[in-house]
């Protein structure tokens, strides 16, 4: 069964970018929110297609927020990463979708199972999205958002961002406790 709506979307596949999903943090001063950056292969027709046709319902439902006219000048949500990202070698032959929300969202593994543990899911890693789409209106802005509803991590990846994961790191260095065992 579907848990699919008219501004809803389940994404396919997409590696997360910018994964502030365990504390809120503020933007440019503004509204403390969880928000992370979805990386969307352009090869995935399905999910693009969904987000697409979401965005649409998103406008006809904002319509009374628009003045009953959709504007010729709107923010739109789904973004290319070869232009507005060309230099990040991650965003190369795909979009993108920057996604927030005020409630911490759902993390779960492959299995359905909640991560607790922050270091398990991290920007860089692939996986599922669950987000929604609506109209917003505010200081002369007009367009359509994307809400982060839920997120599943299905494959780790390599961290982006720089940093490096410290079982990465120290990989030569761990011991075996059956080593000990033996001695």
């Given at each position: 069964m579907s848990n699919q709506t008219d501004t809803k979307v389940v994404t396919g596949k997409v590696r997360f970018s910018y994964a502030n999903v365990w504390e809120p943090k503020s933007i440019n001063g503004g509204e403390e929110k969880y928000s992370v950056s979805l990386i969307?292969?352009?090869?995935?027709?399905?999910?693009?297609?969904d987000i697409e046709k979401a965005v649409e319902a998103a406008k006809k439902a904002g319509m009374p927020k628009f003045g009953g006219k959709i504007p010729s000048n709107m923010k739109m949500p789904l973004r290319d990463g070869d232009i507005d990202r060309e230099e990040d070698e991650n965003y190369a032959d795909s979009y993108f979708i920057n996604a927030n929300c005020k409630t911490k969202p759902g993390i779960v593994d492959k299995k359905g199972q909640p991560i607790i543990d922050s270091t398990e899911f991290y920007s860089g890693c692939y996986g599922h999205a669950s987000i929604t789409f609506y109209a917003f209106n505010s200081n002369g802005n007009k367009g359509i958002a994307c809400g982060l509803n839920n997120l599943m991590k299905v494959e780790d990846g390599e961290p982006l961002g720089g940093r490096s994961r410290a079982e990465d790191d120290f990989v030569d260095l761990i011991e075996d406790d059956d080593d000990d065992f033996l001695d």
């Open positions: 969307i292969p352009k090869s995935d027709k399905k999910t693009i297609k």
